[in-house]
């Protein structure tokens, strides 16, 4: 009984670990390490994979609210330009709401 080849551990199952790599990363990484079949160097250049891949997602989650303030920020520059320009019609000549809106809309751009 002793003789009997010793079933493999899930991990050192190059299928298997690939699997979970694939569908599960933090299970494929710990297979990864603590399997004995795969080289050294898969074995860094999947990790450093996956850290380069969190860092890309993480800033990205940063730019998408950075984004969000700018636009923010445009809107509102917007919406009180706008609202000077309703008041500018209001009360002024036509030649002074010209020149009124000319420089509004510049400074609409300059805030782009």
Do not use: H, R
């Not at 800033?59 to 998408?64: F, H």
């Amino acid at each position: 009984m002793e003789n009997q080849k010793k079933k493999p551990e899930w991990y050192n199952k190059k299928s298997t670990v690939i699997l979970w790599c694939i569908f599960f990363f933090p299970v494929g990484l710990y297979a990864i390490w603590k399997s004995s079949v795969i080289p050294k160097g898969w074995k860094i250049g999947y990790t450093i994979l996956i850290a380069i891949l969190f860092i890309i997602s993480q800033n990205k989650e940063k730019t998408n609210k950075n984004n969000d303030v700018k636009t923010d920020k445009i809107a509102n520059a917007i919406k009180v330009n706008i609202d000077s320009l309703i008041n500018l019609v209001k009360k002024d000549s036509l030649f002074d709401l010209k020149l009124k809106m000319f420089i509004i809309t510049l400074m609409i751009v300059a805030s782009i």
